[in-house]
């Protein structure tokens, strides 16, 4: 079983997530390594990352270790877990999204437009409101 601090796989939860998503939007995940591809889905109770594998295999043809770049990367962060979600930029545009979880880790995307950025941070926040009451 895994510590409910830590991110763990999409697959071995799916029984236990929230069938309501509020909203759905294709992001980028930022790591060191590069850019994942994916959505992002937000529900009352839970903030989940699940990646598509097949973008990133077209956009990224130059790659020299393709196969290890597009590793599948699903992860859900129930929302007692965050400590901090900030709005960041990305490449000089406001579009970036921070998380900093309760066990000192940090998360970047990049939520391509300014506009999918407003629509997260706007549907976000009546969330975070109730959860902090």
């Known amino acids: 079983m895994n510590d409910d601090n830590r991110p763990f796989e999409y697959q ?45 295999r077209r956009e990224i043809k130059f790659a020299i270790k393709t196969d290890e770049f597009i590793r599948k990367t699903n992860k859900i962060w129930p929302l007692t877990n965050l400590d901090q979600v900030f709005k960041r930029r990305f490449l000089l545009m406001h579009q970036g999204l921070e998380i900093f979880t309760r066990d000192k880790k940090s998360y970047y995307f990049n939520l391509l437009t300014g506009d999918s950025a407003a629509t997260f941070f706007n549907s976000f926040k009546p969330i975070v409101v109730r959860h902090n009451k």
Do not use: H, N, W
């Not at 799916?14 to 509020?22: E, F, K, L, W």
């Open 12 to 56: 071995a939860i799916t029984r236990q997530v929230d069938p309501s998503i509020i909203l759905v939007t294709e992001v980028q995940y930022i790591t060191v390594e590069g850019a994942q591809y994916g959505d992002l889905y937000l529900s009352g109770q839970y903030l989940m990352f699940k990646s598509k594998p097949e973008k990133v």
